[in-house]
């Protein structure tokens, strides 16, 4: 039982780091099996909720997955926060292909965390220059106290999305 109480509770704070919590913690969706919620889901919420929702649902079973295949654990909350982003990413450039009169809004300001005592935070950033055909990507490096450890930048002639981009600045061969 103790397990099956983890996982819920994992996945609980998923939903709360993408934003989806109050939308999966509704009463309307707690009946019945899986699909049934989901399908629930789908009558009751706007396209942009659901898009959100299917984009958690395959980040978790994507970190699953990792944690099968290749050992690589990531917290509850990272993996919440990585669907958030991927989403807001996903929808922000569907809608500026399709909306020549789109005004972007003012970037979010984040505040950096420190990591536990004892660890390092690797902090990764992209830039895409399309016409150039140039990616560039960085990484920088900071201990428990937000001390500079180490950091590198890269340059690539080559177009990439931004998963790409962020994903091949995080591994540095």
């Given at each position: 039982?103790?397990?099956?109480?983890?996982?819920?509770?994992?996945?609980?704070?998923?939903?709360?780091a993408?934003?989806?919590?109050?939308v999966?913690?509704?009463?309307?969706?707690?009946?019945?099996?899986?699909?049934?919620?989901?399908f629930?889901?789908?009558?009751?919420?706007?396209?942009?909720?659901?898009?959100?929702?299917?984009?958690?649902?395959?980040?978790?079973?994507?970190?699953?997955?990792?944690?099968?295949?290749?050992?690589?654990h990531?917290?509850p909350?990272?993996?919440?926060?990585?669907?958030?982003?991927?989403w807001?990413?996903?929808?922000?450039?569907?809608?500026?292909?399709?909306?020549?009169?789109?005004?972007?809004?003012?970037?979010?300001?984040?505040?950096?965390?420190?990591?536990?005592?004892?660890?390092?935070?690797?902090?990764?950033?992209?830039?895409?220059?399309?016409?150039a055909?140039?990616?560039?990507?960085?990484?920088?490096?900071?201990?428990?106290?937000?001390?500079?450890?180490?950091?590198?930048?890269?340059?690539k002639?080559?177009?990439?999305?931004?998963?790409?981009?962020?994903?091949?600045?995080?591994?540095r061969?």
């Open positions: 039982m103790l397990k099956k109480t983890h996982k819920l509770c994992a996945t609980r704070e998923c939903c709360q993408a934003g989806l919590l109050s999966l913690d509704n009463n309307v969706y707690q009946q019945g099996l899986a699909a049934d919620r989901v629930a889901m789908c009558r009751n919420e706007d396209r942009a909720t659901m898009g959100r929702v299917a984009t958690l649902f395959w980040s978790i079973w994507h970190h699953r997955n990792d944690v099968v295949w290749n050992d690589s990531n917290l909350n990272q993996v919440g926060r990585i669907a958030y982003s991927a807001n990413d996903w929808f922000a450039v569907h809608h500026l292909k399709h909306d020549e009169n789109h005004i972007p809004a003012p970037p979010t300001t984040y505040r950096w965390e420190n990591p536990r005592n004892g660890w390092v935070k690797c902090n990764v950033d992209a830039a895409f220059f399309g016409e055909k140039v990616t560039t990507m960085g990484a920088c490096f900071r201990d428990h106290v937000g001390n500079f450890v180490a950091g590198f930048m890269q340059r002639q080559a177009t990439l999305s931004t998963v790409e981009g962020e994903a091949r600045g995080s591994c061969p």
